[in-house]
């Protein structure tokens, strides 16, 4: 019997080969699915987006929400979904093991997994091994989902070029599909972690509109996702809708 996200899976493992696409990072159902009408390939989810839809702040969110989540936003569009997993929802490479798992029951047809623990950057050996676990989790489950092997120091004030590709290789070799470190801007510095990790391909971060697909795809990038930025686009807007609002003397009631 064919399982229900098969094709799913195929399609987004098939975006990976050749080409740049865009990855979209929807919050909730309603924004996946707008996404998926604007005739994106395929969708991410956001931590930061979620969190802030739950009234949390990034990174306060449990792995049962997550799963929800995640859930949720696979039943309400028909295109693959990568989940923003950040460092797996456990302390042991086990644990990570078992998140893993489900988040693959949830549906979703990529995962990443970050070495940040959500103080400081794990060691070299713990995060490799956290990464093996995903690897080991996904192979079990015979499903083709994509593991992304994610690398937090440019992101947490730790921009050392050098460290991030060492870390990013040995992903890849504990079983990484495709290779991550958000928050690298500089053209150079992208187009040696693609070279450095070739042929795997590479998920860059949009970070501000000098940052185009295009321009990242002549980099030999592979995908570009938005991270929290559509979210907070959205946000901003309420802020200054609500805002207004206010200033008109909306506080007082109707």
């Known amino acids: 019997m064919t ?12 975006l990976h080969a050749e080409g740049c696409f865009a990855l979209p990072n929807p919050w909730d159902a309603g924004s996946a699915r707008r996404l998926e009408e604007l005739g994106f ?3 991410a989810s956001t931590s930061a987006g979620m969190a ?4 949390k702040d990034d990174g306060k969110v449990t792995r049962d929400e997550v799963i929800d989540h995640l859930r949720m936003l696979c039943a309400a569009t028909d295109l693959p979904v990568n989940a923003d997993f950040e460092a797996g929802f456990a302390e042991t490479a086990q644990g990570v093991g078992e998140s893993v798992t489900l988040a693959i029951e949830a549906g979703v047809a990529g995962l990443s997994i970050e070495d940040w623990s959500g103080s400081a950057l794990y060691d070299l050996p713990t995060a490799v091994a956290r990464i093996k676990a995903a ?16 690398s937090e120091g440019f992101l947490r004030g730790a921009p050392d070029l050098a460290a991030t590709i060492e870390r990013l290789q040995a992903y890849a070799e504990a079983g990484a599909d495709c290779l991550y470190a958000p928050a690298v ?6 187009r040696a972690i693609v070279e450095a990790v ?16 295009q321009s ?15 979210a907070a686009a959205a946000w901003a807007g309420f802020d200054a809708a609500a805002k207004a609002l206010s200033d008109q003397g909306g506080e007082q009631g109707a």
Not at 52 to 55: C, E, I, N
Not at 135 to 150: F, H, N, T, Y
């Open 216 to 230: 990242l795809a002549a980099l030999g990038v592979r995908r570009v996702s938005t991270g929290a930025a559509l």
């Open 185 to 190: 801007t500089a053209p150079d510095d992208i």
């Open 135 to 150: 690897r080991a989790a996904i192979d079990a489950s015979g499903q083709d989902v994509v593991l992304v092997g994610r």
């Open 3 to 14: 399982h229900p996200y098969a094709a799913r899976r195929a399609a987004f493992r098939a």
């Open 52 to 55: 802030w839809a739950l009234g």
């Open 198 to 213: 070739a042929p795997r391909p590479v998920n860059v971060l949009q970070w501000g509109p000098d940052m185009t697909v």
């Open 41 to 43: 390939k395929a969708l």
